[in-house]
């Protein structure tokens, strides 16, 4: 990044203070091709940003593993119009979610009512431990410029540039943990988001052959 870009960063910055703790006035949630929502740069934005800083709208204690009735419970425990919000989030439950939360309610997935389907749907498609609201607009790539930690300090899950990002580009997140998988194991663990990556990283088969041979690895 030369010095004419960080002088513009730097004059966004202080035309526009970032709020809560972030800069989540430099992104912005708009359509991604192919991929429903996601949060795009509005401005060149330098690595090591705190381009998000957020509270949980749904969270379960730490030891506490969610089930069918807690999670609508939690969802119930809303206030209307976060319920709102809430439902305006991507639905999708795969063949092996359905199968815990059937074992669970001792119900078919079809002869669950609609809205349990819906909210139960939305929690598995969108939770890392947690439902938030923007965070749940990030999409995917096996090489993400964006990385993301719970900070127990601010009770907020943080989100961090990890590259140089300009402006127009999509901020994406790893939904694996950083895990070394090769390709046919990360596409079998993004079935439970019901998508095939098509990130360079799983695009370029022929060129990450030879590195998986050696250990497969990808920022994190
Ligand atoms: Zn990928």
Redesign the pocket.
Known sequence: MDTAQDTQNLNQSQAQPPSCGDSRHLIEVRDSPGKGLGIFAKANIPRGTRILAESSLIKFNENEQPTAKTIMQAFESLSPSQQESYLELHNYACDLDKQILESQTGQTWDELPEMHQRVLGIYTANSFGSIHLLASRFNH??LPNTTHLYNPTLDKETFHTIQDISAGEELLISYMDGSNWVKSK?QEYLQKWGFE?N?P??EDTRKAEPKRRNGWSYHY
Request: charged share 15%.
């Open positions: 790539s096996c990360r990556c990130c990283a799983c």
